[in-house]
Every structure is written in C-alpha cells, then in structure tokens.
C-alpha cells in the first residue's frame, strides 16, 4: 500500500524508472528489497519472492553466495579500485584474462573489459570500426543483427537492437540493418520446414549482404539464444548456416553471450551449445555471478591479431572506461567462474533442465499458452488469445504484464516480454524450489486466464 511516507511513495518520488510499466506502477507500487536469501529476494515488508528472473539473468549463484561474498569482501580490502591503462593494471585484470581467454572457444585471444554489456557490444562496434579505418576500408561500417534482437541501450548498441520501442530516441542509427528474428514459430510461412526457414534467412543474409555490398559491412552481431526478444532460440542449422555465408564474404560473426555466457544453456557458452565458434565474445551478467557490473570483449584469435596490429600502428587503442578490469570485478568475476564451473552450476541447469522443461510444457498445455520454448534454465511461454491462430491479446495492460502481477501476488517474480512470460531461475535451485516456481505461476495464470 502506497502511503506518503512509505518506500513505495519514496520510490516513486525520487527515482525515474526506466524499462518499467508506470500505469502498473501507480496501481500497485514499487516492490522495495532489501536483500537476498539463495534464489530469493525479500522487500522491505518482509515479503519473500522466488526470483525465476535471477535478477536480470545474471544472480545464477543466488544473491548470498558465501563465497563471492567473501571474495568481494576480500577484494574490497585489498584493491578497491584501479583502471587497466597508461601501463598498468591489477595482477587480479591479468588473472581474469587468462582465464576468459583458457574457458573461451578460441585456443588464444585478447580481453577488453568494460562495466557493462551495453559497453561490450559499444566496444566491439567501436574495434570493428577501428579495424575499418586502420586497414585502409573506411567504408567498411554497417552493423547487421536481428529484428528483435537485444543488445543493449547506449546509441550504438540500442541501435543493433531490433526493438520497435528505439524510435522513441530516433534510432537506429544510419548503417544498423536488421535482419529477419530467427522465430519459426511467428515468422515461419505456412508449409514452410524448419529447415526451409532456416535456408531463407540465409538467402535474405546473402541478398542484404550483395544489396549494401560485403565491403560496406563490418560484423554480424547474434545471440545464440535471443533473450529480451523473448527467450528465441536459434532454430537447427541456422547459426551453420549464417556462418557459411559471413565466412565467405569476410564478415566477422560476434556472438553477444551476455545473457547465454557462463552456463544459461547448458554449456559455458550459448555458441558451444549451438555448435559454431565465433570470431568474437560479449560476456557480462553471469561473468559475475552479477556480484559486479562488469563486461567483456573477447576476441577469437584473428581478430585479437588484427585490433593489436591496429593499435601497435597508431601506438595505442583509444578507448576504455574508468573502472575498465576494475580489480574488484575481476577478482569477483575469477570467483564467479571458479563457482560456475568448479561447484558443478552447469551440471546443475543440465540436471534441472528436464523437469524445467516438463513444467514448461505442462502449462503450454493450457488454451491460452501458444507457445512454450527455451534452452537450458531460459524458457518463455508465449500468450495468445487464441492458439490456433497465434493471435495476441490485446488491451492498455499487456497479458504478459498481468500474469508477472499476479505472480508478484504469489511471491514468485518473472518477467513479461512482449506477450510472454519468461523464466530463467538461478542455477542453485532446488527440486523442490522449481516446483514452488510452476505451482506459482499456475496459480497466478488461473488467476489471469
Ligand atoms: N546483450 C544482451 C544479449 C543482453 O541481454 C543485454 C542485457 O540484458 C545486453 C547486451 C546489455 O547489457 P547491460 O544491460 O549490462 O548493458
């Protein structure tokens, strides 16, 4: 209940929301936390909620993990802040990218750090950019990615985002294409195999790609998985697919594994379960268990020869963030890492993911569920009002944005995208807590349908 001096009212005063429905704001006020327990969250009423958002993705290891906890504290004490420029940086900045570069796809490579995946996906457009000049083909600069696609909110990486809602800022920017989502099962044609579509959206890469010419364009940018766009897995054969036409035209592919990176899928990597290795890495969220804002460009070897050409060229690579390999971060995320992959996290998401996904298919058996899917601990389900002919709802209050309200009532917390509800628990769940998830969202979705 909003009162004027509660933290609800408070909330609402003084903060501008951002990615946030305000008309369910107003009917019903901000839930205010105040901290964590394992997979949960508990607000400032004592209210506790199952988080199948982990956050934002990115608190796979719960948000009270004793040792990130004291890894974070450790570090803090010891080196609370530093940069990675003019010639220095912490022995932790080191560690980190050896590390990213032993667990990556690539037998060698370099690491870029920044605070954000935003950042990342900036500082990769930005080396590509970079390469284009210094390599004598200044034209060189278009940016393809996917209608749908989420990749981030700064000018450039909200303009490689294929969401309709950037119009807002004017963007995309000129030279940002986006190519047709990857969605069978919206933009499949009637009749139209899987294979068939995925043959299409190889044609429509190859024709984008003779119609701009391949010298004007200077990366495809994908997620294995695509996350904001609601959990939009690649269809069989598709990233085999692109690859062949990028690889004979010259065109690097990146693979934005901000959300798939450190274990979503079930392997560390979304391009490891999709079975492609890129030319380059964006990581973030779980390279920090999200103990610490923090991203990173890691490039394969061919590109990490060429930017470090480039850059001895010209003597440096004018770029960086202040608290770029900040040692806090990279002493979080070496942590983070260790947890992932030494304390069997990714075992788990494949150990959880059958009843996941049977919990998913139980209620993509209701009328009103058009289309249950996933990979790994990533699934949605897909709304409709009618599921013969995939026709959305309608009305000022998206069906998605009632469905995560009346789970809030639950104590559960997913999140809604488009006309889907999504759920990406934290990896440490137990049986029993995935379990609590779906009774949750059952009794929520018959409140709503
Ligand atoms: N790329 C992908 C695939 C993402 O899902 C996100 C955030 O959700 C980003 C980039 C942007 O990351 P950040 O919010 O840390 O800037």
Not at 168 to 190: A, I, N, S
Not at 337 to 361: Q, W
Not at 416 to 434: A, D, N, R
């Amino acid at each position: 209940m909003t009162t004027p001096q509660s933290w609800e009212a408070r909330a609402e005063a003084a903060t501008l929301y951002g990615f946030t429905d305000l008309p369910t704001i107003h009917a019903r006020g901000t839930v205010v936390l105040t901290h964590g327990e394992g997979p949960y969250v508990v607000d400032v009423h004592g209210r506790r909620y199952l988080d199948a958002n982990s956050g934002l993705w990115n608190m796979v290891a719960g948000f009270d993990h004793p040792g990130l906890t004291a890894a974070a504290q450790e570090a803090y004490a010891r080196f609370p802040g530093y940069h990675a420029f003019f010639g220095r940086m912490s022995d932790q900045t080191v560690m980190l990218s050896e590390k990213l570069v032993e667990v990556s796809p690539f037998d060698r490579g370099r690491v870029f750090y920044t605070n954000s995946g935003s950042e990342a996906n900036d500082t990769m457009v930005k080396m590509l950019w970079f390469l284009a000049g210094a390599e004598g083909k200044p034209q060189r600069r278009k940016i393809l990615t996917r209608k749908n696609a989420y990749h981030g909110v700064t000018a450039v990486s909200a303009s490689m985002t294929g969401k309709p809602y950037n119009e807002v800022f004017g963007l995309p920017l000129p030279g940002f294409l986006h190519l047709t989502c990857p969605h069978y099962w919206r933009e499949g044609k009637p009749g139209e195999s899987e294979a068939e579509f995925v043959a299409r959206l190889a044609a429509e890469l190859e024709e984008v790609i003779a119609r701009e010419g391949a010298d004007t364009i200077a990366g495809f940018f994908a997620e294995p998985v695509m996350g904001a766009g609601g959990v939009i897995p690649a269809p069989e054969g598709y990233f085999q697919a692109v690859q062949k036409v990028l690889k004979a035209h010259g065109i690097p592919l990146v693979s934005d594994e901000v959300i798939c990176g450190f274990g979503r899928t079930g392997a560390v990597w979304g391009c490891e379960s999709y079975d492609f290795v890129p030319d380059a890495i964006i990581s973030s969220k779980c390279l920090t268990a999200g103990f610490f804002p923090m991203g990173a460009v890691i490039l394969g070897p061919e590109l990490a020869d060429r930017v470090q050409a480039a850059s001895e060229a010209i003597e440096e690579f004018p770029h960086g963030f202040t608290a770029s390999g900040h040692p806090v971060g990279c002493a979080i995320a070496l942590k983070a890492i260790d947890v992932i992959l030494n304390e069997g996290l990714i075992d788990r998401v494949r150990e959880l993911t059958p009843m996941f996904e049977a919990g998913m298919a139980r209620i993509g058996e209701k009328a009103n569920i058009g289309e249950v899917r996933g990979r790994g601990l990533m699934g949605a389900l897909e709304a409709v009002a009618d599921k013969a002919s995939k026709t959305p709802f309608d009305g000022s209050l998206s069906v998605s944005e009632r469905i995560a309200n009346a789970c809030t009532d639950e104590g559960l917390i997913c999140r809604p995208l488009g006309q889907s509800i999504v759920l990406c628990p934290p990896f440490i769940v137990t049986e029993g807590q995935m379990a609590e998830m779906f009774e949750k969202l059952e009794g929520a979705l018959d409140k709503v349908f």
